[in-house]
T-cell receptor, first 115, second 115 residues
Framework: EDKVVQSPLSLVVHEGDTVTLNCSYEVTNFRSLLWYKQEKKAPTFLFMLTSSGIEKKSGRLSSILDKKELFSILNITATQTGDSAIYLCAVEALLSGAGSYQLTFGKGTKLSVIP | DGGITQSPKYLFRKEGQNVTLSCEQNLNHDAMYWYRQDPGQGLRLIYYSQIVNDFQKGDIAEGYSVSREKKESFPLTVTSAQKNPTAFYLC??????????????FGPGTRLLVL
């Protein structure tokens, strides 16, 4: 059974801190790993990672994938209160016999940034 | 603007009642998905459809039904057989070109409550 495990489950930091969120996975037929940010309602897409060692950046957020060790990290530097959200990691894998792909989500990391 | 819409925002279900959640997209995406989110858990796949008039069961399809008569629409019916329907329901879509899955984009969600 495919598994995606995120840690920590929750995190409280002060504005300006740097945080690292972790996502480890065990899937067969891995294709990609995705990070989403969920604030009040639906998740919004942050990054898609398919290759090991290539960092993706968007402003203060960055992410990298290690396909050998089967994990990814999401870094947020100089955190702001607007970064408070649940960060979801999802792994895309081929469904055996179905010829299609499925996303398996982790439980998420709840980040709270206090002024 | 292109996007995914879900309605209603809140839905109340009485015991023994079937209810239908709407999901529409004008992104010209081939694939559409329904997820359920419960507190403290990751998103779980209910049903997905890669093409019109075809759909597949996800991890927790029991008590749910779907149809895909049009590319733009993928309604989800929560039947009376679903004994624990209270949850946040998210619809997503992706391009799904060439047998591979593109990034999924999510609608705003519908919160279903049982009276």
């Amino acid at each position: 059974e495919d598994k995606v495990v995120q840690s920590p489950l929750s995190l409280v930091v002060h504005e300006g801190d740097t945080v690292t969120l972790n996502c480890s996975y065990e899937v067969t037929n891995f294709r990609s790993l995705l990070w989403y940010k969920q604030e009040k309602k639906a998740p919004t897409f942050l990054f898609m990672l398919t290759s090991s060692g290539i960092e993706k950046k968007s402003g203060r957020l960055s992410s990298i994938l290690d396909k050998k060790e089967l994990f990814s990290i999401l870094n947020i530097t100089a955190t702001q209160t607007g970064d408070s959200a649940i960060y979801l990691c999802a792994v895309e894998a081929l469904l055996s016999g179905a010829g299609s792909y499925q996303l398996t989500f982790g439980k998420g990391t709840k980040l709270s940034v206090i002024p | 603007d292109g996007g995914i819409t879900q309605s209603p925002k809140y839905l109340f279900r009485k015991e023994g009642q079937n209810v239908t959640l709407s999901c529409e997209q004008n992104l010209n995406h081939d694939a559409m998905y329904w997820y359920r989110q419960d507190p403290g858990q990751g998103l779980r796949l209910i049903y997905y459809s890669q093409i019109v008039n075809d759909f597949q069961k996800g991890d927790i399809a029991e008590g749910y039904s779907v149809s895909r008569e049009k590319k733009e629409s993928f309604p989800l019916t929560v039947t009376s057989a679903q004994k624990n329907p209270t949850a946040f329901y998210l619809c997503a879509s992706s391009r799904n070109s060439g047998g591979t899955q593109e990034t999924q984009y999510f609608g705003p969600g519908t919160r279903l409550l049982v009276l």
